[in-house]
């Protein structure tokens, strides 16, 4: 039996999602766009999908919109913005520890004659509003922060930056709330909210499918132009059956959420804490920190030889993030918290799911102090 | 959930004199109608109210339906207890503490009931003692308290409240006769149906539906409308009337800018023979003067010379906003805008005719006998029962 630890990388498809998928790919496989009966049925179901994941989300359906993903979502979130309001202002201010989707997107903006600001973030990887405020100019037109830091599992405070943004209305405040959906609670009706991305492979769904929030009023560049499908911001043909599998996932990781936050949240602590107490382990993570994350440094010893060993006892963890750990040596993110070189050069990341059990914990925290020991013995 | 009433007032029904008790006697059946899907839920009547006793069911789901019964003005979530001093005194203290967010308050006391032996000016000040005696950082404000508890002494015990919840207000539908509402799957019409079962008329609907120049989904569409409708005052009656040979008749015979006026004029015969057969008083559309050409003045002139049963149109005088206003605020608005052609839309001749004279067109249809179609059509009605319930299944819930 593998122990799958690395589920902020991506989930395991839940069986319902697949069969839902399954079955509107063979049964509803029409073009919504198409006239005839089947095409308005598959219209109809996309409708009702998208129904389901604004109410499930406290929006309205016209605020929903498709993607393939995390990925797709915050570049259309942030060049949307960029490109549509730029004589209005071409200043956007991010973090230093925000996902390479939102950081690279920036970065090439820069490119193209747009000024980024790199907010820091304190020991946690946590922003300062008043940083926010600090930063914020007249030419300003978006602000974008992840809600929980994929590496580390930081919570922003997304609801003082939205707070303070009420104050500055004609600056954009777009969300990274992939890694917090049904992990962390986010109030999108919260007024000084525009634009949320969303990934479904993050919570038991499928890759490629995704939502970006937008509210209603808020205008974007399109990424992709065409036949005008998702209100003109998206086209493209619909992906009727992974939107309708984007929706049945939300409507589960919500139930699990409320079923099984607070035990999630239980065994999040016991692995920390037991951690915590391990000798050569740094938490990266802060305490107070999303209930899926944990992430740990072993400065001296090579993550991946690590990752290797304990694969070998079938359990799955990962370095840093998966989307950065090919590249990048040592990790933005905890050099951004004020970290040496060799210790953002040895994280681990743990993360966790509804389905982790306790036992499950045990027998990694079990494993890991014995690959710790036996590399300690070979490299004295 | 300390409540485990809901106190039912009716408003206008009080002016109707020697009639009052026909119309509570409606609004009461409406009422348990409209509160069947709950099944522990029971109506009791008093002589100037109505309780929803709940009995232990959340009250939730259950204002929500009872503000869609015309003829109730208001509503109270209300605890009973016994008419005894000390009852009323706790009952009044769980009342104050369950109002969210309260810092004043106000105790209001009606002694309906006279053998109860504290007056009510004396109960006010019992019970406001007993309040500001059993809370912290909360005090009296007698002009504009926070919560205003209000104590309502009666026979058959106390009962009390704090929140007053609008109604749908109106008359109970069923008690102002019936009439046919010609139901497009436009905005207007399902508007007018509402406002007329505000005022108590029981609607049966009449669509005309065109193969293969409508849809199944236009035709979908006039089935979740009804639908929605039938939330207001229950089941409804939906006639579909096949009409493609006579669009197709006229469209053929009748010079193009008249068509839509002589199609007006055909489908008010067959919904006054509809009104003849069902035994409807009147005929009712969702016109509003001056929206559309079929809408001025002299189209419904012409319009109306074929039939002289009364033709309401409750929209006449409407915006065309207020009574989007009004579609969004019944819930039939996004059902409306769904993109499906219906037969009223697909035949519209680029200009038609926006003053037309009786003489005229009595002169293009004198060549032209339409009797053989009505009566073919009228034979081949499709009468449908429609409920809320109905249309409410969700069809993908498998999927989704």
Known sequence: MMIYLDNGATTKPHPEVLESFQKVSENYFANPSSIHELGGTVSDLQSEARKQIAQILGVEPEEIVFTSGGTEGNNLAIKGIALEHQNRGKHIITSKVEHPSVYNTCKSLETLGFEVTYLPVNRHGIVDVEDVKQALRDDTVLVSIMHVNNEIGSIQPIEAIADLLIEYPKVFFHIDAVQSLGKVPLDLSHEGIDLATFSGHKINGLKGTGVLYVKKGTTLFPLFHGGGQEFGIRSGTENVAGNVAFAKALRLIKEKEQAKRHELNEIRMKLYEALEQMEGVEMNSPKEGAPHIVHVSVPGFKPEVIIHALYDQGIVISTQSACSSKREEESRVLKACGHDRKRASSGLRITLSYDTTEAEVQTFLQAFERVLNELRKVLE | ?400
């Open chain 2, 1 to 400: 959930m300390i409540y485990d009433h809901i106190l039912i007032r009716y408003g206008e029904l009080g002016l109707k004199g020697k009639n009052r008790h026909l119309f509570i006697d409606q609004l009461h059946r409406n009422l348990k109608n409209v509160l069947a899907p709950f099944p522990d839920v029971k109506v009791s009547r008093a002589r100037d109210r109505m309780y929803v006793v709940l009995n232990g069911q959340h009250p939730e789901p259950v204002i929500r339906a009872c503000q869609k019964v015309f003829g109730i003005y208001s509503m109270s979530l209300a605890m009973k207890v016994e008419n005894k001093e000390e009852a009323i005194k706790a009952g009044a203290l769980k009342a104050l503490n369950n109002a969210k967010d309260a810092k004043t308050f106000k105790v209001n006391v009606r002694r309906a009931y006279k053998k109860f032996p504290v007056s009510s000016q004396e109960m006010n000040r019992l019970v406001g003692a007993h309040l500001l005696k059993n809370t912290t950082g909360i005090s009296v404000d007698v002009h504009e308290p926070d919560v205003e508890i209000r104590i309502e002494i009666r026979e058959n015990g106390t009962f009390i409240y704090s929140e007053v919840i609008d109604g749908a207000r109106g008359l109970p539908v069923g008690t102002g006769g019936k009439t046919l509402l010609m139901l497009s799957g436009g905005i207007d019409s399902p508007v007018a149906g509402y406002l007329m079962m505000k005022r108590g008329v029981e609607v049966e609907m009449i669509h005309f539906h065109s193969p293969p120049f409508t849809s199944e989904r236009a035709k979908q569409k006039v089935l979740d409308l009804t639908g929605v409708l039938s939330q207001y005052g229950g089941p409804i009656t939906l006639n579909i009337v096949p009409f493609t040979k006579l669009q197709q008749k006229i469209f053929r015979e009748i010079p193009n800018r008249y068509g839509m006026t002589v199609m007006r004029r055909v489908m008010f015969k067959i919904a006054e023979k509809v009104c003849e057969r069902r035994g409807i008083l009147s005929i009712a559309t969702g016109e509003s003067l001056g929206q559309v050409a079929s809408q001025t003045m002299a189209s419904m002139n012409v319009i109306n010379e074929v039939t002289n049963l009364p033709v309401i149109r409750p929209l006449v005088a409407f915006d065309k906003e207020e009574i989007v206003n009004i579609a969004k605020k019944i819930g039939t608005y996004e059902i409306s805008i769904r993109p499906y052609e219906d037969c009223c839309t697909i035949f519209v001749p680029s200009s038609p005719v926006t003053n037309p004279t009786r003489k005229k067109v009595n002169a293009l249809e004198a060549g032209v006998d339409f009797n053989e179609e009505i009566e073919e059509a009228l034979r081949n009605i499709e009468v449908l029962e429609i409920s809320h319930a109905q249309t409410q299944k969700q069809p993908f819930s498998d999927l989704l």
